[in-house]
């Protein structure tokens, strides 16, 4: 099993910045990728941004030059820089990883004010 916790969500008015923190633990072994969805409510989930354990990285249209994926990989750890935040950028937002099967966080509220 491999456990996701996620920290960093909050309230930000509109064109504020927060910064999403991820680590995993327990049965790591390799983690092929990592990123952060995010899901509206009565929605899907959606995929805001994922990172390769290479660094490559892969981003939704609607967050491109606003949001930074990174990682760490020593530490297991995956970030979000989310700049330039609108209010419909409101969501819970939940961390993932892929070892050999999908793996979530419990999710994290972030909440921006016009």
């Known amino acids: 099993q491999v456990q996701l916790v996620e920290s960093g969500g909050g309230l930000v008015q509109a064109g504020g910045s927060l910064r999403l923190s991820c680590v995993a633990s327990?049965?790591?072994?390799?983690?092929?990728?990592m990123g952060w969805y995010r899901q509206f409510p009565g929605k899907q989930r959606e995929l805001v941004a994922d990172?390769?354990?290479?660094?490559?990285?892969n981003y939704a249209d609607f967050v491109k030059g606003r949001f930074t994926i990174s990682r760490d990989n020593a530490k297991n750890m995956v970030y979000l820089q989310m700049n330039s935040l609108k209010p419909e950028d409101t969501a819970v937002y939940y961390c993932?990883?892929?070892?050999?099967?999908?793996?979530w966080g419990q999710g994290t509220q972030v909440t921006v004010s016009s």
């Open positions: 990172i390769t354990s290479g660094g490559s990285t």
């Open positions: 993932n990883a892929i070892v050999l099967a999908w793996y």
């Open positions: 327990g049965s790591i072994g390799s983690i092929k990728a």
